[in-house]
């Protein structure tokens, strides 16, 4: 049989008969088989991602295997290649890989080199819904805060589904065996292909219009794949469910099942069935619960009673404990007052202030005899010490009249001269005097400004004049000015 290559290339034919000569090594055989593969063009190949490892924490490479219904294949994507990636690598997603074979010949095991690879069907669906779904969550659409509280017990529930389906009588049927006085409103819309979406914004819309409103709106379907689902996945839906002015409780698919509107709705349950048992807890177990909060409510109050019973007996006895200690305290101090002489007797008082006056006023007059006795003691005393005090007087006496008689002959003799200087010093000055002039008869006259007036060209009519005299002044008013004619001039 001819055995061929993948190159096309038909290789020469083997011995018939090889000998050990003729044998190759597992080098060679190695390298024959890696020729082999690295002949082979690069393809794309589609596969299920499996066994997915990596990036690894030392290389970065990822190290999986690809599959389909009947065969695996070992794969290998460089880090240099997934760090360029548009989505990461899991588990179960159906990826387009492009690259080619190799060889490891240290153990011959044979793997594909992924130089690129993209999503591929369901997985591109999933990664739109991926990137959808952080989109809303960086607007806060998911944020557990938005989130409204459902009511633990609703009366009024509006259901958005299809009609034609199984799945709005499992709800009426479900919330009808948990609590049969919950109201039913059921509003019809496609759960599922075109125009899906929009039918199920207005049902959204007409149910939140109902008045009275409903408590919650239950938004279901059954299960199915992933296409199905889709519906779930619009973003025009999933805005309009986080912004319904009633809370919304999503049961969509099975439990694997998550989609957007799961997401941003106030309340996600994983089937229809759980998302009605969720708004309608059974009437045995609002019966039991009341019950039970009825004997809690019971022992709480008798708690309660007994307890405030036990303190108030306590206060009480306490009360008349405290009432006793304070009388017997009162009776005790009026007793004491009563004792008190200035109550028993007030005659008691003025005679006991008496009587210490008159030991006040004995102890005074002793003590004013002590005292006058001491003082004669001490003048008694002071007089011989005076009289000896006064023996050096009349030897100073005559010391002081001796230099008073030296003085009185000295002062006249040291004073003559200077008086004389004096004398003729006034009388030098007497006759220099203005007054001695004015004394014989002269003036002299002054201006208004109070200036010595030296010429009688200093006035004029009318301005005024004051006039020294020896003995006063005289004040005037110019009446006219007469001017002497000057020596040498003829006139």
Not at 210 to 215: C, E, M, N, S, W
Request: glycine share 8%; hydrophobic share 40%; aromatic share 4%.
């Amino acid at each position: 049989m001819n055995v061929w290559n993948l190159t096309a290339e038909k290789p020469p034919a083997p011995p018939s008969a090889a000998g050990e000569d003729d044998a190759l090594s597992v080098s060679q055989a190695a390298e024959l088989a890696a020729g082999a593969l690295h002949g082979v063009p690069k393809i794309t190949v589609l596969g299920e991602v499996t066994g997915f490892r990596g990036p690894n924490a030392r290389s970065g490479h990822c190290y999986f295997q690809i599959k389909d219904e009947s065969a695996a294949l070992d794969c290998i994507v460089w880090k240099g290649t997934y760090d360029k990636r548009a989505f990461d690598l899991r588990d179960g997603l159906q990826v387009l890989f492009t690259g080619t074979f190799d060889l490891y010949k240290p153990t011959g095991k044979m793997s594909f080199k992924a130089s690129s690879f993209t999503l591929a069907g369901e997985g591109l669906l999933r990664q739109q819904v991926a990137q959808l779904a952080e989109r809303l969550r960086r607007e806060g659409l998911m944020e557990p805060e938005r989130k409204r509280r459902i009511p633990v017990f609703c009366t009024r529930v509006a259901v958005v589904t299809s009609l034609s389906g199984a799945v709005v009588n499992d709800v009426k049927r479900t919330l009808r065996r948990r609590n049969p006085l919950v109201e039913v409103i059921c509003v019809g819309a496609k759960v599922q292909g075109e125009g899906a979406p929009a039918e199920l914004i207005e049902g959204l819309r007409r149910a939140a219009a109902i008045t009275p409103a409903p408590d919650c709106i239950l938004l279901v379907r059954g299960g199915g794949s992933f296409e199905d689902l889709m519906t779930f996945n619009d973003e025009e839906l999933a805005r309009a469910v986080a912004a319904c002015p009633v809370p919304v409780v999503t049961g969509i698919g099975h439990e694997p099942d998550n989609s957007i509107c799961d997401m941003v709705s106030d309340r996600r349950c994983s089937t229809p069935t759980a998302a009605a048992e969720s708004v309608a807890p059974e009437f045995a177990e609002l019966v039991n619960v009341l019950d039970m909060r009825e004997q809690r409510l019971q022992r709480s109050l008798s708690a309660i009673t007994s307890s405030a019973a036990a303190d108030l007996d306590g206060r009480a006895a306490r009360l008349g404990r405290a009432t006793s200690a304070l009388l017997g305290r009162f009776s005790l101090a009026i007793e004491g007052y009563a004792s008190r002489p200035c109550l028993a007797d007030p005659a008691h008082v003025v005679d006991r202030r008496r009587a210490e006056l008159a030991q006040t006023s004995d102890r005074f007059a002793q003590a004013c005899d002590r005292s006058l006795e001491r003082h004669a003691a001490s003048l008694e005393r002071m007089a011989p010490r005076l009289v000896g005090s006064t023996t050096g007087l009349a030897r100073k006496r005559h010391a002081l009249d001796l230099a008073t008689s030296q003085l009185r002959a000295t002062g006249p003799r040291l004073l003559s001269a200077p008086l004389a200087s004096l004398g003729r010093s006034a009388a030098a000055l007497d006759a220099l005097s203005p007054l001695k002039v004015l004394a014989r008869g002269y003036s002299i006259a002054y201006d208004g400004d109070g200036r010595v007036a030296t010429s009688a060209g200093s006035f004029a009519p009318g301005d005024g004049l004051r006039v020294r005299m020896a003995d006063g002044d005289v004040r005037a008013r110019v009446d006219e000015v007469s001017l002497a004619p000057r020596p040498g001039r003829d006139d």
